[in-house]
């Protein structure tokens, strides 16, 4: 369902976009999670919750650097985002 919203574009691509990607994770497909999450950047680059998500990927992927610059990306746009400061 949410990978359908997602790939219509309609205006909830980028949460439809969020939720199929933690549900790919959830299901142990961290790297379709990741897939996602990177077409869902190409559209959206200025959506932080996106990047937060993809750094929590990443992680998972054990990519920690890639992970630490999502985090980062998702800091710059929303400077007061405590969860990626957590991470």
Do not use: I, K, T
């Amino acid at each position: 369902l949410w990978r359908a919203e997602f790939q219509s574009g309609g205006s909830g691509a980028a949460e439809a976009c969020l939720e199929a990607a933690r549900a790919e994770l959830g299901r142990g497909r961290p790297d379709e999670a990741r897939e996602l999450l990177d077409r869902g950047l190409e559209d959206f680059p200025e959506d932080a919750s996106l990047w937060e998500e993809r750094g929590n990927v990443l992680d998972e992927l054990g990519f920690r650097r890639a992970a630490e610059h999502s985090y980062g990306r998702a800091l710059e746009l929303e400077p007061g985002r405590l969860s990626a400061l957590l991470e």
